[in-house]
């Protein structure tokens, strides 16, 4: 064990003596308090959970059979001798930071975090703590996003240049999260077509509508579908599941997938895609830097991503970081989602 104090750093995950529980644990134990319903987050197995109901909603779909408590936020909560509480971290519906008192010292761990008010997730509330559990999956200062107005422009231009040659435009995006941003930037207006949601996405759509998440309107993606039924049709779908037969229904496609990733040149040029777009649900350079300065945390602990450049800076300009192993995983978003 590291990290003396309130949490504490295992190999089951981020434990809590004073309360008994377990953050975001990726091996199975008794009590898990989970910051958001991502995969390498929020794992089967655990003998109790404790999520935002927002979170829970896809946690049952996702995990079937669970035994489940809700935290709305900001509600404090006494875990044995911890004081518990849940915040919004801005990252996807229902996501939050989770703050932990124990005898006046604080602790907050983000989970996966971004600072950007996407106008879908509940905005991401700076906390004030003495330790910050942070990742840093864009700890680089070459991540800056633009604002989301700019990149729905390009994505509707590019929706629309397609439509105006017959072609259908078929967006990759992950289930959980960033499918649900794009169908609230892209589909509240009149576009160039229909939206359509594969049922991976269609399915976490249903689980948010019935969490009390204003999605507009999508139809699910189904056999009937084509691009004769739904000409200059936009189709939102995971990136693992665009190279399926059912593109064959649509051509002539056009793809492109939506990743912080796509900001990297190498790998966009890597990827055999047409198009990126550069829209991230994690923090950006500057975000990371927002985040924890506003913290005013004494200690910062950095979790996964570019530890080892985001600690240094860190350190360089004054804090007390320090990396911690963990086995969250650094996608953009959730790879080990249903495709
Ligand atoms: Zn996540
Ligand atoms: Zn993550």
Redesign the pocket.
């Known amino acids: 064990m590291t990290g003396c104090g309130v949490l504490t750093f295992t190999d089951k995950g981020i434990y809590c003596p004073a309360g008994d529980f377990y953050i975001d644990p990726w091996r199975p134990v008794p009590r898990a308090l989970i910051t958001h319903a991502?995969a390498?987050?929020a794992r089967w197995g655990h003998g109790q959970y404790l999520a935002t109901p927002r979170s829970l909603a896809v946690m049952r779909h996702r995990l079937g059979q669970i035994t489940a408590q809700t935290a709305d936020y900001g509600h404090v909560l006494r875990i044995n001798d911890a004081e518990v509480s849940f915040h919004p971290a801005g990252h996807v519906p229902g996501s939050a930071q989770i703050r932990v008192s124990v005898a006046g010292q604080v602790w907050v761990a983000s989970?996966?975090y971004k600072t950007e008010n996407d106008g879908l997730s509940e905005a991401f509330e700076p906390l004030r703590c003495h330790s910050f559990i942070t990742?840093s999956?864009f700890g680089l200062p070459v991540f800056r996003w633009q604002p989301q107005p700019q990149i729905a422009q390009q994505i509707l231009r590019w929706w629309a240049d397609n439509a105006a040659v017959g072609k259908t435009s078929v967006l990759g995006a992950y289930a959980l999260g960033k499918a649900q941003r794009l169908l609230h930037m892209l589909a509240d207006g009149p576009g160039p077509g229909p939206v359509l949601c594969h049922a991976a996405v269609e399915n976490t759509n249903a689980c948010l509508r019935a969490a009390g998440v204003a999605l507009p309107h999508s139809d699910v993606l189904t056999q009937e579908c084509s691009a004769k039924t739904h000409p200059g049709a936009l189709i939102i779908a995971p990136p693992g599941a665009i190279e399926a037969s059912w593109t064959r229904r649509f051509v002539p496609t056009e793809l492109a997938l939506a990743s912080g990733w796509m900001g990297l040149r190498g790998i966009r040029r890597r990827r055999a895609m047409a198009t990126g777009f550069v829209v991230s649900d994690h923090a950006d350079w500057p975000g990371l830097l927002q985040a924890t300065k506003e913290t005013g945390a004494e200690n910062i602990y950095v979790t996964?991503g570019y530890t080892d450049i985001f600690t240094r800076y860190l350190s360089e300009n004054g804090h007390s970081a320090q990396v911690v192993p963990t086995e969250?995983?650094t996608e953009d978003d959730?790879s080990t989602g249903p495709t």
């Open positions: 991502h390498d987050h989970g996966d990742e999956t996964h969250f995983g959730d």
